[in-house]
């Protein structure tokens, strides 16, 4: 294992593999969607989530002047179209119609949710403000739902049982992924004085010490190939471009 430098611009590359959500929206009754691969929660009372959009999609003035938004959260049997939504400016025309992806009606905004989902939200527009070259639109929460074969309601998390019935993961580019399973911390609460004493500070320093060898063997390796004429020199940085969000 070798540490390796990153573009600047690169480093948010290092937060890929979140869940992906298609955000729907509405203006003078034309429906829209998106893929959106930069969202959260923001706030547990009042119920707020933020996305971040480009001010160039077609999506950000539509949240903007309609004050609402959906968040769907699309499983692998949609993949195809998550992507190809991104592909495409609603500007172009109507492109929730032309995927030919069935859509529903939400139970308070106007804005349409899609089926092929596992999960749903349904946002008025909170705030928006610009960061960067992007806008942080934030809603409030004012219905949500989730597929009960995906969804475990008592310990409010994914089930992450059957493979169709995960959230979507986005990498980058034209790659996706799915979460696995799940596993627990086998820790409990204890002071500081209590990890010094009982060594769990110091197995963290003994795998830490162990990855850093591997690193230095790597890295002899590699500079005894450049040595030899076997491999070129790697300063690339990762060449692939994220799709607009």
């Not at 705030?127 to 929460?141: A, K, W």
Request: charged share 30%; with cysteine.
């Amino acid at each position: 294992m070798v540490r390796k430098k990153l573009e600047e611009t690169d480093g948010r590359r290092l937060l890929g593999g979140a869940p992906v959500v298609i955000v729907t929206s509405a203006w003078r009754t034309v429906p829209n969607a998106m893929p959106v691969a930069w969202s959260m929660p923001v706030s547990v009372n009042p119920p707020l989530v933020a996305i971040v959009v480009h001010s160039s999609r077609q999506s950000h003035d539509m949240i903007k002047f309609g004050e609402e938004f959906g968040i769907n959260i699309p499983s692998r049997v949609i993949t195809n179209h998550t992507q190809w939504l991104g592909m495409v400016s609603g500007t172009s025309g109507e492109k929730l119609e032309a995927s030919q992806l069935p859509y529903f009606k939400s139970k308070i905004i106007d804005a349409p949710l899609l089926e092929g989902c596992i999960g749903w939200m349904e946002c008025t527009l909170h705030d928006h403000f610009t960061i960067g070259d992007h806008t942080t639109f934030i809603g409030r929460v004012v219905a949500a739902q989730a597929d009960t074969d995906a969804f475990d309601f008592e310990k409010g998390m994914w089930l992450l049982q059957d493979a169709e019935y995960k959230p979507l993961m986005y990498l980058g580019g034209r790659t996706y992924s799915l979460l696995d399973g799940t596993f627990d911390a086998e820790v409990e609460q204890r002071s500081t004085e209590q990890m010094a004493d009982e060594g769990f500070g110091k197995e963290l320093e003994e795998i830490e010490f162990e990855r850093a060898r591997k690193r230095e063997e790597e890295e002899e390796r590699r500079d005894e190939e450049e040595r030899k004429g076997e491999s070129d020199p790697d300063s690339s940085s990762l060449p692939r471009q994220l799709p607009e969000v």
